[in-house]
């Protein structure tokens, strides 16, 4: 069969489309590797060729200006290649030894910080929040940025009985990991979209507005105006509601951004790794905190304490799922604090602790 080429770009690239040489001649024959150091890598191959690489925390928006000094660097050190991790870390490869530290001297010259391997913190992966998209309730580089300064010590230096993912997602079309990650911030809306009858028929078309909402709520609506002019418009059946935001996507006279409506919940004891035990989806730990730009102290505060909680009383590799199944949610809520409300019982008949998770099978005769 003749080879086909791609032609939309739907899915992701091929994997190895972006290997370096190196990788690429050690494919299948790595032994092993361990961490150095935080933000410091060793891998080893059968051949006896050896990989360090060097990782740095970076943003996930970022400006040209800052790319190019990246490539300055990968170019001086690292035959011009560099890699982005999918929590937004820039990793520097040498399989040269002697390009390591005056490679760590030029990162720190430059004011940035090497870390994010191994048991802490590592970089926040997170959505668009307000810089780009439409459907946020909160906004994503601003939280990440006050939650990740006052953890920073747990990229840099700080040890954590395991890893620990920290995640953000702005709205629960959930861009971000925050189904699968040990603390996840996501962003909630609580009110059902606004109707703006006078702009609707001029910017949106009924019936795609009408299927796009998942819970059937939105009917056709016409009505007189007070001019006595005829309006043909939509209604929302509150009841069933979700406040997923579908709706606005389709159809900008429905807006649903709303200042005290909007919070943060905070999930935890997800992760996608299937080391000791399966992989976890992330429970609902706080229901509501509010949305208080410019460095939201309450979600700052409640995720640093959900951190300490977890690093005092977990026991080494336990991960935060882990720790929470071995403790009971009982304690974790009379550990941490959180007060246990109405809206931890999940009620939802497609609940995910029904759902396949893992990739771990057994096999029976
Ligand atoms: Fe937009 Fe929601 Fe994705 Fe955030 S999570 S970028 S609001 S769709
Ligand atoms: Fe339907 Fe979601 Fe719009 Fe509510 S917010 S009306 S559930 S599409």
Known sequence: MSEQKRITDIGPPKYDIAWTPFIKENYGKWLYHEELAPGELLHVSETG????????????IMSTLAIRDLAAIADEFCDGMLRFTTRNNV???VSDESKIQPLKDKLKADGFVIGGTGPGITNIV?????????????????????????????????RLPNKLRISLACCLNMCGAVHCSDVSILGVHRKPPLIEH????????????????????????????????????????????????????????????????????????????????????????????????????????????????????ARPYERM??????IGWEEFFSLTGIEFTHFH?????????????TTQFKFTE
Not at 140 to 150: H, L, R, T
Not at 292 to 310: H, L, S
Not at 345 to 357: E, G, L
């Open 49 to 60: 060729a050896k990989l360090w690489t060097i990782r740095i925390a970076h943003t996930r």
């Open 91 to 93: 990793e520097f490869m």
């Open 345 to 357: 019982i999940d009620d939802y008949r497609f609940a995910m602790t029904t759902w396949r998770s």
């Open 198 to 313: 006078d702009r609707l028929i001029n910017v949106c078309e009924i019936p795609t507005t009408i299927a796009s909402c998942p819970t059937a709520a939105i009917r056709p609506y016409n009505f007189e105006d007070e001019a006595g002019e005829k309006v043909k418009s939509v209604q929302v059946n509150n009841e069933r509601c979700m406040f997923c935001g579908n709706c606005y996507t389709m159809c900008p006279a429905m807006p649903l951004a709303d200042p005290e409506g909007d919070g943060v919940a905070l999930w935890v004891g997800g992760k996608i790794s299937n080391a000791r035990s399966m992989p976890k989806f992330s429970k609902l730990a706080i229901p509501f905190l509010p949305n208080n730009p410019p460095r939201w102290p309450e979600v700052v505060d409640e995720v640093k304490n959900i951190v300490e909680v977890y690093a005092a009383g």
């Open 126 to 158: 997170h959505t668009q929040g307000w810089i780009h998209c439409h459907t946020p309730a909160i906004d994503a580089s601003g939280i990440v940025k006050a939650v990740m300064d006052e953890l920073f010590e747990y990229f840099t230096e700080k």
């Open 321 to 326: 799922g882990e720790w929470i199944d071995r």
